[in-house]
């Protein structure tokens, strides 16, 4: 049975392009600039982010060797290894799309060896990139009601309003 402290980092190598699960290799500030730039996590503090690092499979693309070159994309898993995996903040920043990376990067999630054999995958996505992960096998639920959230997408902003 796998847990995060147990699984060794993974890495690919694609025409110079690298995806890395090295923690040490994930760059926190990208992840939380871009993420604080969207509507999902304004205001996401950076001491945030990186506990949401520690706490997940986390897959860095790299347009060359990691600790040379700055991360220009990312997604992170959550999972018990056993039967689910939830893939969240998934991104490639301006400039790094096409070429089939985000393509590239799903395959590695799909088939890193410690995500396996899992029952169920679950990702929540805006519109636009919806019918690219349909064709990657997603499904909307067919049954009302069997899927439900609840986000509160200011969360970060009262917290930092506090603070002040």
């Not at 070159?69 to 039967?83: E, I, K, N, S």
């Not at 301006?94 to 799909?110: F, T």
């Not at 890193?112 to 499904?139: E, T, V």
Request: glycine letters at 10%.
């Amino acid at each position: 049975m796998s847990t995060l402290d147990d699984i060794p980092s993974r890495r690919w190598d694609r025409d110079g392009w690298v995806i890395t699960t090295d923690r040490d290799q994930i760059e926190a500030a990208v992840v939380c600039d871009y993420l604080a730039a969207g509507d999902q996590s304004p205001a996401i503090p950076l001491e945030t982010v990186r506990r949401m690092i520690a706490g997940s499979v986390n897959f860095g693309v790299f347009p060359g060797e990691p600790g040379a070159v700055g991360m220009v994309g990312y997604a992170r898993v959550v999972t018990d290894f056993v039967t689910f995996a939830y893939i969240g903040d998934v991104f490639l920043l301006d400039g790094n799309r096409g070429e089939a990376r985000g393509s590239w990067l799903m395959d590695c999630i799909e088939g890193h060896p410690d995500l396996q054999n899992l029952r169920r995958w679950i990702l929540m996505c805006g519109p636009r990139p919806l019918n690219w992960y349909k064709r990657r096998g997603f499904i909307e639920p067919e049954r009302p009601g069997f899927a439900l959230h609840k986000t509160d997408r200011q969360i970060y902003r009262r917290a930092a309003e506090k603070a002040e």
